[in-house]
């Protein structure tokens, strides 16, 4: 089976950031960050990823969102 998953952490990390400085650039809630870098947000806004995107200047969507494959057991 595939799973969605957003690189949250690994951004923030990349670009040397805290979820609460991207909330202050992109205006996404600091809760919504959070759940996103979880894996606990179950719905994703586009306009988010886009938020996210612009803030990081990110023109590759690969870099915020990969599709996995996870064992169902």
């Known amino acids: ?7 949250l952490n690994e ?3 990349h670009y040397n950031l805290s979820l609460n400085q991207l909330h202050l650039i992109t205006g ?3 809760a919504t960050l959070s759940e996103m870098a979880n894996g606990k947000r179950q719905r994703i806004q586009l306009e988010h990823i886009e938020k996210i995107a ?3 200047e990110i023109s590759d ?4 969102i990969t599709i996995k494959e ?3 057991e």
Not at 61 to 64: P, Q, T
Request: proline share 0%.
């Open 70 to 72: 996870v064992n169902e």
């Open 11 to 13: 951004l923030l990390h």
């Open 54 to 56: 612009n803030a990081l």
């Open 1 to 7: 089976m595939k799973k969605v998953e957003i690189n």
């Open 28 to 30: 996404v809630r600091r």
């Open 61 to 64: 969507i690969n870099e915020i």
